[in-house]
């Protein structure tokens, strides 16, 4: 005989999968009603630098019928008043986009963008105010009511996504490392723990030559008890400088193979200057390294393991015997800040603009940082800031804005390493050093020139053609590609890399 169940007790013993049942529901019901709905048609205008925009829709001469948005987007110059157009299309990047009118989202300097969701909307900038907006429209309320629906279905689905999205890349992670995890996010905990201080006398340091001279410091080789130090000497009026990097340095558990070994600090008494004395790496730093010597496989290897390994750490949230290492985001990531030592392993150093990602009571979750609104943010050297840091597209004090914009340095990092990899290049000289951007751009572009290639021509370092037959290009291909993603979301973690970059050389062997 057939059991008969009572449906309440059925929908008690069985929460987890209606809820789920429920969600499906709602997505399919979007997605029944989005699939009915007439498709959003967008102003197009035809220029050499929309062309990756070409494939959110068909187009028929300045008319773009979207496939899978309904946004339209419009970028446009601001001169002497004027509004000259610089790309219209169908937004396949955003997929909300409550907005009905173009109106407008100043980006930097003069450009502004819209995003917009009626048809032809991005034909021009709209001045209209909101509240223009809303008196002018005689079914404002029933509008209102409506996206406020759609926005709360959105989100629902969006959840779902994410979730989704997050299971599969979790069970794929801890399938290929089960004791390890990618979660970097911040621990909750106040970490106000005492800094290690240490305090040195600076007559004790002998200081010898210039090996390095920054924005904000000069760094020396010099001596110190016997041993090989660098002292890296901040004048005066550095002393905010100073103070961030040497905060980073004495957090608790910052000692790791992968970040410069910092032995003190002090101050200058007669001059009021300041100096951080570390651990001397004899290759110097990355970038003059690679602009003198091409690698071998082996070398690259472990240049990119260590590196990948030391930011990882940086990123990583700890408690150790009951002592906490806050997550800290580098924020200035290049092949200039990363140092080799005798054996050839990176460290990571200059952590000024380093954020801490602590919530302690008073605090903020990351120390601020000022920007300098003509030139771009003070902090980040510019041909290695991420799409959304350039294009300032994001809330830039987000804790895990700052690690994705790692991310996506030190995939130009390992790309820089590659390319001077001689096995990497069998039969063909190894190209000569050039810093990401630089064979399109020069080695000085400026901001205009890289948001334009970077962020609106989506384009990233060339993959040299001869990877591609290598057993191991394709693996390196999808590290590259997997971290300078244009979304940010969508990046590895650093401890994901150094999981693929482990698997890359068990496969090889
Ligand atoms: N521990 C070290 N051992 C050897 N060389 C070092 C060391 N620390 C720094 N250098 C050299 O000094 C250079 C500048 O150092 P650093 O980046 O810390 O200075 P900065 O003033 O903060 O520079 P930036 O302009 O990048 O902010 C490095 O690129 C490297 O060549």
Redesign the pocket.
């Known amino acids: 005989m057939k059991e008969t169940i009572p449906p309440h007790f059925r929908f008690s013993q069985d929460q987890g999968s209606m809820f789920f049942f429920l969600l499906e529901c709602i997505f399919i019901v979007c997605t029944c009603s989005s699939a009915s709905a007439p498709k959003r048609r967008c102003v197009y205008y035809d220029s050499p630098r929309n062309h990756q925009y070409t494939q959110a829709g068909r187009v028929s001469g300045s008319v773009q019928v979207c496939e899978a948005t309904s946004c339209c987007v419009g970028f446009f110059w601001m001169m002497d008043g004027q509004q000259k157009v610089d790309l219209q299309a169908c937004d396949m990047h955003e997929h909300s986009c409550p907005d009905m009118h173009c109106k407008p989202q100043p980006r930097f300097n003069k450009m502004i963008k819209c995003v917009c969701k009626t048809d032809f909307c991005n034909s021009n900038i709209s001045w209209i105010s909101e509240d223009e907006e809303a008196v002018g429209s005689p079914d404002g309320t029933m509008r209102t009511t409506i996206a406020v629906v759609s926005v709360v279905l959105l989100f629902l689905m969006v959840c779902f996504w994410t979730a989704a999205k997050r299971g599969r890349s979790f069970y794929q992670h801890t399938r290929e490392n089960p004791s390890s995890s990618c979660d970097v996010s911040v621990n909750p905990q106040c970490s106000c723990q005492e800094a290690n201080q240490s305090i040195i006398d600076h007559s004790l340091i002998e200081l010898q030559q210039v090996?390095?001279?920054?924005?904000?410091?000069?760094?020396f080789?010099g001596k110190y008890k016997g041993s090989a130090?660098?002292v890296?000497c901040?004048p005066g009026g550095q002393e905010e400088?100073f103070r961030a990097?040497k905060e980073v340095y004495e957090l608790p558990l910052m000692k790791n193979a992968g970040i410069?070994l910092f032995l003190g600090s002090g101050t200058k008494p007669h001059d009021t200057s300041f100096f951080i004395v570390?651990?001397?790496?004899?290759h110097?730093?990355l970038?003059?390294f690679l602009s003198q010597h091409s690698i071998s496989w082996t070398s690259a290897f472990n240049m990119c393991l260590s590196l990948s390994q030391g930011l990882s750490y940086l990123h990583s949230d700890l408690q150790h015997n009951g002592v906490h290492k806050p997550s800290v985001a580098h924020r200035?990531l290049?092949s200039?800040?990363v140092?080799l030592r005798a054996d050839f392993s990176c460290?990571l150093?200059?952590f000024?603009?380093s954020a801490v990602l602590r919530s302690c009571v008073g605090r903020q979750w990351g120390r601020s940082h000022t920007q300098n609104f003509q030139g771009g943010p003070e902090v980040g050297?510019l041909c290695y800031m991420s799409p959304e840091l350039l294009e300032r597209a994001v809330n830039l004090t987000s804790s895990s804005f700052m690690l994705q914009g790692d991310v996506y340095a030190l995939a130009l990092i390992l790309w820089e390493v590659w390319m001077r990899c001689s096995h990497l290049f069998q039969d063909a000289d190894v190209p000569q050093h050039l810093l990401p951007f630089e064979l399109e751009l020069g080695p000085n572009p400026s901001w205009e020139h890289l948001i334009h290639h970077v962020c609106f021509m989506n384009q990233r370092p060339s993959i040299p053609p001869p990877w591609d037959v290598l057993p191991e290009g394709c693996e390196m291909k999808r590290i590259l590609t997997d971290c300078w993603d244009s979304d940010a979301d969508a990046r590895l973690t650093a401890s994901c890399v150094v999981n693929c970059l482990m698997s890359l050389q068990s496969s090889n062997t």
């Open positions: 090996v390095g001279r920054g924005r904000f410091a000069t760094v080789q130090v660098a890296k901040f400088k990097e410069v570390m651990q001397f790496a004899e110097g730093s970038h003059s200035d290049s200039s800040n140092l460290v150093c200059d000024e603009g050297t």
